[in-house]
């Protein structure tokens, strides 16, 4: 809202106007069920570093970012869309970081946003600690979690990577997903293959701890994490068997106890040459949401029931064997961007959920 003013009479004269962005026009005349392609002249423009912002970086040997990759923060008060990544593993300047503004319906991106260290494809190992406005960054082969600040929109001091114990060394991917309730100033939620370990890195006190040692997980350190803010909970996990029935995602609830999802059903993990599809929260946040690409459905969790139901065969066109996804929670809908497998140029596509 605007200013107010009093007036003689005693009233209030509001004046103000409320400034809705392309995105939420484009959601809300959006049908249930439907998908649609939004313009935008940003999304393939090259910006001032030289590069459109999800392409690669042009340094030797770097690759884009959709390579691998499932998933990209969404940030609620901001508005805005955060994703990182980028190939080759030991060329910092392979790496860039994404960011998309929808108040200035702008993308643009930043080359080597950590000032150094590694990187390797984008997997889904970047979330949005929400509760301090920090983007957080797993790279590949070093578990030390790289900070950007937001706000100041400058690289912060980096997380301690999780002790191993006795279990041995971290394998080369991970996953994290920021879990704002759990603890007092929330928490970041971990996954590595090495023993299948989930563990804790509680805000407040700088402090790791393991939250479940062999945790159900498959063969493949190409994980998966969400965060579902109606139950609380973080659902994380893959699932690559070369059949059904398949594994389980795990749970990790507003308390750090552990359980587990009903088996999936379909194959679960970040998508590259594996053709994995998305997964994400449902935007009414009590669910959560798999596009599959082992047969083109659409399949939904309900975490009150501990179900999957199929909801049928996604929009056309809707799923890329290269894509990541995110929940816009106060548009309803579900913000892709992908490109065809090897291709360059970039497409936005939103869908409404009709579940």
């Not at 979690?145 to 394998?171: K, Q």
């Not at 759990?182 to 890195?201: C, D, E, P």
């Not at 816009?328 to 579900?334: A, L």
């Given at each position: ?9 005693g ?11 392309a ?28 590069t459109?912002?999800?392409g690669?970086?042009?340094?030797s ?6 390579d ?11 508005k ?7 190939r ?9 970081m ?9 993308w ?6 950590w ?8 997997y ?14 797993v ?28 279990y041995?060394?971290l ?21 590595n ?15 790791w ?7 159900v997980?498959?063969?493949?350190a ?11 909970i ?12 398949y594994?389980?995602?795990n ?6 106890a ?6 999936l ?14 997964i ?6 009590n ?9 083109g ?8 029931t501990?179900?999957?139901?199929d ?6 066109d ?38």
């Amino acid at each position: 809202m605007g200013e107010s003013y009093s007036c003689a009479s005693g009233g209030v004269i509001a004046a103000g106007r409320s400034v809705k962005t392309a995105l939420q026009i484009a959601a809300e005349a959006l049908v249930p069920g439907n998908a649609t392609i939004v313009s935008n002249a940003t999304l393939n423009t090259a910006g001032t570093n030289g590069t459109i912002p999800w392409g690669a970086t042009g340094s030797s040997g770097s690759l884009t970012m959709l390579d691998w990759a499932n998933d990209m923060p969404w940030d609620s008060v901001k508005k805005r869309v955060y994703a990182s990544g980028g190939r080759g593993y030991s060329d910092p300047l392979a790496q860039k970081m994404v960011k998309f503004d929808a108040k200035e319906n702008v993308w643009e991106s930043f080359i080597n946003p950590w000032q150094g260290g590694t990187g390797g494809h984008m997997y889904d190992a970047s979330d949005y600690a929400s509760n301090h406005q920090k983007m957080l960054h797993v790279p590949f082969g070093n578990a030390e979690i790289h900070v950007w600040d937001t706000v100041t929109e400058t690289v912060g001091t980096p997380i301690p990577s999780p002790p191993t114990g006795s279990y041995g060394g971290l394998n080369g991917v991970s996953t994290l997903t920021w879990h704002p309730t759990l603890g007092s100033q929330g928490s970041i939620v971990f996954m590595n293959l090495t023993r299948k370990r989930i563990q804790r890195y509680d805000w407040q006190s700088a402090a790791w701890s393991e939250l479940k040692l062999d945790a159900v997980a498959a063969e493949t350190a190409h994980m998966v994490s969400v965060y579902l803010p109606g139950p609380e909970i973080v659902l994380i996990g893959a699932a690559l068997a070369a059949a059904p029935p398949y594994q389980a995602l795990n749970i990790i609830d507003n308390t750090g106890a552990w359980s587990t999802t009903s088996p999936l059903p379909c194959q679960v993990s970040c998508n590259g040459a594996a053709a994995r599809g998305p997964i994400v929260p449902h935007p009414d946040g009590n669910g959560a949401i798999i596009f599959s690409l082992d047969d083109g459905h659409i399949y939904h969790w309900i975490a009150s029931t501990n179900t999957w139901h199929d909801r049928g065969l996604s929009p056309t066109d809707l799923i890329q064997v290269t894509s990541v996804a995110c929940s816009i929670p106060e548009y309803g809908v579900v913000l892709f961007i992908d490109r065809g497998y090897g291709g360059s140029v970039y497409s936005c596509k939103i869908y409404k959920p009709g579940f």
